[in-house]
């Protein structure tokens, strides 16, 4: 693979949109250009559409680039993989890496290079592993240079052995295997089943998670697959044009503005509602992550379109800081808010109606219940579990009495 290459032709669904090289004037810089005869449809990004001029990322590459490359354990891995070939691993080295495999619809390849496949795992065996062994370090290993995938939790991409061979997208990868340091985050995947479950039990669109046996991993099936290919997806640091350090700069009220800017008109009242459902679920399970990252968009082709994706990356942060706050802020504090705090945003912001408000937040209300059962009966199923499974249990009643419950 020509690591070195100063350019790689980037693709949208499989046709060559453009090149994205670096520039031979500004050290760090990097430069976009559309092919002559590359069509609106097939724009990279939402925010960059078709034009004769290049794009000039004055400093470092564009977001809609910079979006799935490694970060934390996964990109440590990939500079120590190459670091004799590559000693000095950019934004442009990262992607000849990995970006024959990520997140959404763009490919990279140096040019003229062959499609990568994934190579197939049978993810039953990972769910049911019982061996005393590190298995996700040997996932990290075999899988880290087909994970075009961001976030400081480790975590690859891989492709299921059960899945069959008959479609382009099932020879790329199907699923996102999660794991954790059990010494600075205990039981983290389990925090993310269990507050995933909570979202789905409230009516809020999740992907679909698998928990191991061991509780050492979390399966995600991507939700940007379709039997016709990988769908755009594009979160929301890239729809405000910052780069992936500003994840935790602006507001939930922003979102909701960036949904009124990107999102098809015919998709926004559903998408205010999931939006509303979401940071109130993230208020009842006190998850202080629900960052710029962890928003996103959905849509076939740069016309078509486009939607707001599942809520993902679930959790409850106050199990590992206490004094945790809300990722952006919300009607101007970053402060966890009381119940009217919430109902003003989804009233204002989201432009829904009091009676929806209402309406979405018993929904939460059941279904952060509905999680608090599933996480008693796993406690007795699982012992061990009791310690974390009391802390979570704390967290969701905290939250609730905070902003989701009408208390009298």
């Known amino acids: 693979m020509p690591l070195s290459s100063r350019a790689l032709d980037v693709f949208a669904a499989r046709r060559l949109a453009g090149t994205l090289s670096r520039s031979d004037v500004e050290i760090d810089s990097f430069l976009f250009g559309y092919g002559r005869e590359t069509q609106a449809e097939d724009a990279v990004s939402l925010t960059m559409p078709v034009v004769a001029d290049q794009y000039d990322s004055m400093g470092a590459v564009h977001p809609i680039f910079e979006m799935n490359l490694p970060e934390g354990a996964l990109l440590e891995r990939l500079r120590l993989t190459f670091a004799k070939t590559v000693p000095d691993l950019d934004s442009l080295g990262l992607l000849a890496i990995v970006g024959q495999s990520q997140i959404g619809r763009l490919r990279y390849a140096p040019p003229g290079a062959a499609p990568v496949s994934v190579p197939a795992q049978n993810v039953n065996e990972l769910l049911t592993f019982r061996g005393a062994e590190d ?11 087909y994970s075009g995938v961001s976030g400081m939790q480790p ?54 998670v698998r928990l191991s046996r061991n509780r050492r991993i979390l399966v995600v099936e ?70 710029l990252k962890n928003f996103a968009v959905l849509y076939e082709n740069a016309q078509s379109a486009v939607r707001l994706a599942p809520a993902y990356d679930l959790v409850s942060t ?5 004094r945790d706050v809300m990722a952006l802020t919300l009607g101007g504090t970053k402060a966890f808010p009381e119940r009217n705090r919430l109902l003003a945003f989804g009233r204002q912001a989201c432009g829904l109606s009091s009676a929806r408000v209402t309406t979405v937040l018993q929904h939460i209300e059941h279904g952060v219940h509905a999680a608090q059962v599933q996480v008693r009966h796993f406690m007795k199923e699982h012992r061990d579990f009791s310690k974390a499974g009391k802390h979570l249990l704390a967290a969701m009643e905290r939250g609730l009495n905070r902003s989701i419950r009408k208390l009298h």
């Open 222 to 291: 991507r939700f940007d697959r379709t039997p016709q290919g990988y769908l755009g997806c594009e979160d929301f640091c890239v729809l405000n044009a910052l780069r992936a350090h500003g994840r935790y700069e602006g507001s939930y009220e922003l979102i909701a503005k960036r949904i009124g800017q990107f999102i098809s008109a015919e998709e926004q009242p559903q998408a205010v509602e999931q939006l509303f459902a979401t940071v109130a679920l993230c208020c009842a399970v006190e998850n202080g992550d629900a960052h």
């Open 318 to 322: 106050t199990l590992y800081h206490a």
């Open 135 to 145: 298995l996700f370090q040997d996932l990290l290993e075999r899988y880290a240079i």
């Open 155 to 208: 975590k690859v991409l891989l492709r299921a052995a059960e899945a069959p061979l008959t479609r382009v997208t099932e020879r790329g990868a199907t699923h996102i295997v999660k794991s954790f340091d059990p010494r600075e985050y205990p039981e983290l995947a389990a925090n993310e089943y269990f507050c995933t479950q909570a979202a789905r039990a409230a009516g809020i669109a999740v992907p679909e």
